[in-house]
């Protein structure tokens, strides 16, 4: 804790006093590999870990825990049309466009002619809990 201070008054003062010097070290700091991921933890040292953070687990929630049997319809209900249509049309303009490249304006003014295959997309993806592409 006491680092972290320190290093942020050196900052604030480069910062104030040598904004080259400022910009340096922060550009450094982006360029040194991080090293203190480790892939290789295991299981058991994760339990100790959070054990020790957070206590012992309690009985009722070990080996034998198990959710409340709600059945709930609705969730399980397909996507509808309406449903896509809502979504679509809450989307507000002139934002960037997602990873496949097309704008929400796009997809509002070309609703009615892809709104289907938009339905048979999202409820594949849901009943086979997986992304298609």
């Given amino acids: 804790m006491q ?20 910009w340096k070290s922060i550009k450094s700091c982006y ?20 054990s020790s953070l957070l206590g012992e687990i309690p009985e009722n929630t070990q080996d034998n825990a198990q ?19 809502n979504a679509v049309f809450k989307q507000t303009n002139n934002k960037a466009c997602g990873p496949d490249g097309i704008k929400s304006e796009i997809i509002r003014h070309s609703f009615e002619y892809i709104s289907n295959y938009l339905h048979d997309i999202y409820n594949k993806m849901f009943n086979n809990a997986e992304y298609p592409f």
């Fill in 3 to 22: 680092f972290k201070s320190n290093e942020g008054k050196r900052l604030e003062t480069l910062a104030k006093r040598q904004p080259k010097q400022f």
């Fill in 31 to 50: 360029n040194k590999p991080n090293n203190s991921y480790n892939q290789n933890i295991s299981i058991e040292y994760l339990h100790e870990h959070f």
């Fill in 67 to 85: 959710l409340p049997n709600n059945n709930d319809d609705d969730l399980d209900k397909e996507i509808s049309i309406d449903e896509i249509r």
